[in-house]
């Protein structure tokens, strides 16, 4: 009795080990395989990271077959893209990134029989070729060698800073591989808002940068710093006159007034203002003496 119940449980173990083997094969010929699903594409208005090599930029070579390279010595590429890797001499390595660059100098080693399956790295120690023209309302305007990390504000702190008459939004002009220039609108109080049209602030060797000149307004008569200044928005005219300083012991609050152009016929027109007017670009407020 006992064998019988020993050879039925063995009989049984099979039987399921044998179903659970067969089943993945059973339900893979009843049905398909589901497709892996294809990558999302990369949105078109996102900047593609700082990849290409040129004159002055500085490099290492890595060849993992050498060890006099295991402690890699950082060279300049030469004014006409060429870059010195050893045993090949020169190699052409302008617009191509560090990985291509890499994938050229390995072909250069097995053409010449120097290795068999050479296997090498190019790191950029430095990169100089990569600039960005940055104009407009800042400090130093120039050209600036920018790399993949460099962000506008990096940007703009290298070019001195704003002006005290920049913009807040400022533009960066970018080329895509057609040649067709795109300019985004960035905030610079806003950075991180997704109503920026440009999506990531990493900045591509090509770029121009321009800061717009702010609006402005001006402010005479009866306060402590009659000038022109920047128009911050919904600035109001209470706020006008505390940007100058406020008002004079002989001024009054009570009689201030605008004079606004673009009216009726390009006419110049003069309200009486209050302190909670707007201000608008090319205001001239003035602040009148008390007349008691």
Not at 89 to 97: I, R
Not at 230 to 248: D, H, P, R, W
Request: glycine residues 10%; hydrophobic residues 40%.
């Amino acid at each position: 009795m006992s064998e019988r119940r020993l050879l039925s449980r063995s009989l049984h173990t099979v039987l399921a080990v044998g179903i659970w083997a067969l089943a993945p094969l059973c339900l893979g010929a009843g049905s398909p395989a589901a497709p892996t699903p294809a990558p999302a594409a990369m949105p078109a208005a996102l900047p593609g990271p700082l990849t290409p090599l040129g004159p002055q930029d500085t490099v290492t070579v890595h060849i993992d077959e050498d060890p006099n390279t295991a402690t890699p010595v950082p060279v300049a590429i030469a004014d006409d893209g060429a870059l010195r890797v050893p045993y090949v001499g020169s190699v052409n390595v302008a617009g191509l990134s560090p990985d291509a660059a890499a994938r050229r100098i390995e072909g250069a080693l097995k053409e010449g029989k120097f290795f068999i399956n050479p296997h090498v790295t190019v790191t950029v120690t430095q990169s100089l070729s990569q600039r960005v023209s940055v104009l407009g309302e800042v400090k130093t305007p120039g050209r600036y060698p920018v790399d993949a990390k460099t962000s506008i504000v990096d940007l703009i702190a290298l070019a001195g800073g704003f002006t005290d008459l920049s913009a807040t939004v400022i533009y960066v002009s970018r080329a895509d591989a057609s040649g067709n220039v795109k300019k985004y609108a960035v905030n610079m109080r806003a950075l991180g808002d997704p109503r920026n049209t440009m999506p990531d602030q990493a900045l591509r060797g090509g770029d121009t940068v321009f800061v717009p000149r702010a609006d402005q307004f001006f402010i005479l008569g009866e306060v402590q710093k009659p000038a022109m200044y920047k128009l911050e928005a919904n600035m109001t005219v209470e706020q006008a006159i505390s940007v100058a300083g406020g008002i004079t012991a002989k001024g009054s609050e009570r009689r201030v007034e605008i004079k606004r152009s673009g009216g009726k016929g390009g006419q110049d027109t003069v309200i009486k203002a209050k302190p909670g007017d707007l201000v608008q670009p090319g205001d001239v407020i003035r602040v009148k003496e008390s007349i008691f």
